[in-house]
């Protein structure tokens, strides 16, 4: 792989990124780096954590993570638990679909229900894990567990509420202490936000503060708060089965990415080169999202602007 032409291109696209969308400071921003062997040799950053402060977005800025979670939940399963990992969700909460397992979940191959199709925003906010989590248990699966890949929100949801089930503690603890044992901090609660970065939806030519409800976050399948800092322990920690392999001009590599209002984000890791990149933004709106045009970057693909 040529490094310096990969980091080349990378900070042309921020330029080209910042310069198309008229991106002027203050205003929310972006975090990217690059690393190998555990050695920064891309570190960006640009933008506020909050347009009401100065404080500018780092490496150790706590983002709302989005979908980077569920590689999280995934990688403990495997790890921490893999005994569980053939086993009926049947054994723990009540179901309809009682041939259901774990790794259906995990894989996104249950087809269960979708809650954020289903259920409106209000409806969302006002239920609680344990409320919703039965509500999707209750309905038939919308595809034969096991045979169909259908990337699901609901099931990450599900992974969390068994594992307050079955270690008898708040799944949001057992995640943060699990990978504090392995020198990780990460935060899975909505509390103390005002450590946290603010979200941010661009419209109208303004920056639009994106209030972080169950609506937005989740649970499960999108409530992390992290920093790049941690997020690229975690990268060093996953084997290839964790993240979604692709291939591209620079090789083969393993990503995940993330995005809800006002949250843009990537990660990826050339395993064989020992070179990861993580990509946190707290700001969305612009067209194409950066994240985006990144995962195009490195599979050799031409970006197009989003529907």
């Not at 709302?64 to 495997?78: M, Q």
């Not at 039965?134 to 599900?158: F, H, R, V």
Request: one cysteine or more; proline letters at 4%.
């Amino acid at each position: 792989m040529d490094e310096k032409k990969l980091i080349c291109e990378i900070e042309n696209k921020i330029n080209s990124f910042i310069q198309t969308n008229k991106i002027e400071s203050p205003s929310p921003g972006f975090y990217i780096a690059i690393e190998k062997d555990k050695k920064l040799i891309l570190d960006y950053s640009f933008g506020l954590e909050n347009t009401n402060s100065a404080k500018k977005i780092s490496k150790n800025t706590k983002f709302l993570s989005a979908s980077l979670v569920k590689p999280i939940i995934k990688n403990y399963y495997l790890n921490a638990k893999p005994e569980l990992i053939d086993t009926k969700v049947s054994k723990y909460l009540n179901t309809v679909n009682d041939s259901t397992k774990i790794k259906h979940l995990i894989d996104h191959t249950s087809g269960a229900w979708d809650y954020l199709e289903h259920l409106n925003e209000t409806e969302i906010n006002n239920g609680s894990l344990k409320e919703i989590v039965e509500l999707i248990l209750s309905k038939k699966a919308e595809s034969i567990p096991g045979e169909k890949y259908s990337y699901s929100n609901s099931g990450y949801i599900i992974l969390t509420r068994l594992l307050g089930t079955i270690e008898g503690n708040s799944y949001e603890e057992t995640l943060r202490s699990y990978y504090a044992s392995k020198g990780i901090d990460l935060d899975f609660t909505l509390n103390n936000l005002q450590a946290k970065v603010s979200g941010y939806l661009y419209k109208n030519n303004s920056y639009e503060e994106v209030e972080p409800t169950r609506h937005v976050t989740g649970w499960g399948d999108g409530c992390m708060y992290a920093s790049p800092v941690e997020y690229f322990k975690c990268l060093n920690l996953f084997d290839e089965t964790v993240l979604y392999p692709s291939d591209g001009p620079y090789g083969k590599f393993y990503w995940h990415s993330g995005g809800v209002p006002g949250v843009d984000s990537v990660c990826l890791s050339f395993k064989d080169k020992n070179i990861n990149l993580v990509y946190f933004s707290n700001v969305t709106g612009f067209n194409p999202l950066f994240g985006d045009t990144i995962l195009d970057l490195l599979e050799g693909k031409l970006t197009k602007l989003n529907d």
